[in-house]
C-alpha cells in the first residue's frame, strides 16, 4: 500500500540555519503531496502542496519540490526562526478502494530552533 | 471565519463509558473525516463520509462509530468496545475527493480514559 517515511526527529538547529526534512513516498500512480505542520496542542495546518511532478509547493518561505524519479518531497527552508519550531508531517492522498481518497502521513519530524 | 470546530477539547471517559467527540465545519465540504494520533506516530484513519447519510470505516475503525445527518456535522463517538482509546482525535473536511484536494483540520481533541 501507499506509505510515506519521514527522517527521525527531533531536529535541533540554531535560528538563521537551513532546514532540510526528508520525505521519500511509496504509491501507485502520481499522488498529491503536502507538507503539514502541527503546533504544540493544536490541529494540523496545511503548510504547502504539489500536486504533480516537478511542481514547488512554497509558503512563509519553506519549499519543497515534487521529484518523481527519487519519489522525494524534501522540505527546506533557507533560515528557520523560533518560531518553526513544531512537528511537521508529510502526507500523500491515497485512492480508497471504496471510493474517496485519503491522507496517508508519515510519522512527523518535530523540529526545535534554538536563539 | 470559516472552519473546522471540535468539541470539546480535552476529555476524560471512565471504563466502559461510551463519549461523542463533536465536529461543525462551515465550510460548505462535502467530504469529512475523523483520524486518531499517538505520541510520535502519524495520523490513521478511522471513518470517513463523502456525503450526507453515508460514511465509510478507515484503517482503525473497530470500537468507534460516527453518523452524518447533516452535511456540516459528523460527530464520532468511542465506544466501550475501543480498548485504548487514550488519544488526540482529529476531525478534517475537503470539498470533495478529487486528488488536489486540500484536507483541512480542527484543532483537535484530547480524550483521556481515567
Known amino acids: 500500500g501507499d506509505s510515506v517515511t519521514q527522517m527521525e526527529g527531533p531536529v535541533t538547529l540554531s535560528e538563521e540555519a537551513f532546514l532540510t526534512i526528508n520525505c521519500t513516498y511509496t504509491?501507485?500512480?502520481?499522488?498529491?503531496l503536502f507538507w503539514y505542520v502541527q503546533y504544540p496542542g493544536e490541529g494540523l495546518q496545511l503548510l504547502l502542496k504539489a500536486t504533480k511532478a516537478d511542481d514547488k509547493g512554497s509558503n512563509k518561505g519553506f519549499e519543497a519540490t515534487y521529484r518523481k524519479e527519487t519519489t522525494s518531497f524534501h522540505l527546506e527552508k533557507g533560515s528557520v526562526q523560533v518560531s518553526d519550531s513544531a512537528v511537521y508531517f508529510c502526507a500523500l492522498i491515497t485512492i480508497l478502494t471504496g471510493g474517496g481518497n485519503k491522507l496517508t502521513f508519515g510519522t512527523g519530524t518535530q523540529l526545535k530552533v534554538e536563539l | 471565519d470559516g472552519g473546522i470546530t471540535q468539541s470539546p477539547k480535552y476529555l476524560f471517559r471512565k471504563e466502559g463509558q461510551n463519549v461523542t467527540l463533536s465536529c461543525e465545519q462551515n465550510?460548505?465540504?462535502?467530504?469529512m473525516y475523523w483520524y486518531r494520533q499517538d505520541p510520535g506516530q502519524g495520523l490513521r484513519l478511522i471513518y470517513y463520509s463523502q456525503i450526507v447519510n453515508d460514511f465509510q470505516k478507515g484503517d482503525i475503525a473497530e470500537g468507534y462509530s460516527v453518523s452524518r445527518e447533516k452535511k456540516e456535522s459528523f460527530p464520532l463517538t468511542v465506544t466501550s468496545a475501543q480498548k485504548n482509546p487514550t488519544a488526540f482525535y482529529l476531525c478534517?473536511?475537503?470539498?470533495?475527493?478529487?486528488?488536489?484536494?486540500?484536507?483541512?483540520f480542527g484543532e483537535g481533541s484530547w480524550l483521556t480514559v481515567v
Open positions: 504509491a501507485t500512480g502520481y499522488p498529491s
Open positions: 465550510l460548505n465540504h462535502d467530504a
Open positions: 478534517a473536511s475537503s470539498i470533495g475527493f478529487f486528488s488536489g484536494n486540500t484536507i483541512y
